[in-house]
T-cell receptor, first 116, second 111 residues
Framework: NAGVMQNPRHLVRRRGQEARLRCSPMKGHSHVYWYRQLPEEGLKFMVYLQKENIIDESGMPKERFSAEFPKEGPSILRIQQVVRGDSAAYFC??????????????FGPGTRLTVL | GQNIDQPTEMTATEGAIVQINCTYQTSGFNGLFWYQQHAGEAPTFLSYNVLDGLEEKGRFSSFLSRSKGYSYLLLKELQMKDSASYLCAVRVPSGTYKYIFGTGTRLKVLA
């Protein structure tokens, strides 16, 4: 059973370009979470999605950032018109449909975004 | 509001025991999780507490007191490979659930 997959692992963009980060959850998982981590800091919650639904986007900046989890295919975190402050590691995590109990989330390897 | 506090850094000696504390104030509670994160890598799950008391798992144990909003992670017989960040996270209701993370505690194990 493959783990959570993220690609690309490293992404370099110039200011003003768009960044697209992809996350394929573990097989059988229908809940996806996106987090941002700055160097030497903890994980900041961004958005929580289930298939075709955004459940909680309270941690996502109101502008330039969007996320989706379509019926088919990976979850996408999209950052438009990137700025240097967007440089960070972006982690995706997934959990089973039956949340609660010991149904913890499992993390992907992350995408390290560098904005020049 | 949601607030989780952990010490920023700790240092301990190989073979020793170290306790990493976590206090939390969240709107709702459905379990407390500890994760280990080595530099440049993804967090990996260590332990889970939802009821008060101690959960033991080999060299690692985790304790929870819900009335005090307090947990600790206890690492015994420290090894050099335990040098990492340790993240405390609380699962809270949100639709189904979401996870709020502390800033993490960087542990350095010295020879």
């Amino acid at each position: 059973n493959a783990g959570v997959m993220q690609n690309p692992r490293h992404l370099v963009r110039r200011r003003g370009q768009e960044a697209r980060l992809r996350c394929s959850p573990m097989k059988g998982h229908s809940h996806v979470y996106w987090y941002r981590q700055l160097p030497e800091e903890g994980l900041k919650f961004m958005v929580y999605l289930q298939k075709e639904n955004i459940i909680d986007e309270s941690g996502m900046p109101k502008e330039r950032f969007s996320a989706e989890f379509p019926k088919e295919g990976p979850s996408i975190l999209r950052i438009q018109q990137v700025v240097r402050g967007d440089s960070a590691a972006y982690f995706c995590a997934s959990s089973p449909s039956t949340s609660g109990g010991l149904n913890t989330q499992y993390f992907g390897p992350g995408t390290r975004l560098t904005v020049l | 509001g949601q607030n989780i506090d952990q010490p920023t850094e700790m240092t301990a000696t190989e073979g020793a025991i170290v306790q990493i504390n976590c206090t939390y104030q969240t709107s709702g509670f459905n379990g407390l999780f500890w994760y280990q994160q080595h530099a440049g890598e993804a967090p990996t799950f260590l332990s889970y507490n939802v009821l008060d008391g101690l959960e033991e798992k080999g060299r690692f144990s985790s304790f929870l007191s819900r009335s005090k909003g307090y947990s600790y992670l206890l690492l015994k017989e420290l090894q050099m490979k335990d040098s990492a960040s340790y993240l405390c996270a609380v699962r809270v209701p949100s639709g189904t659930y979401k996870y709020i993370f502390g800033t993490g505690t960087r542990l350095k194990v010295l020879a």
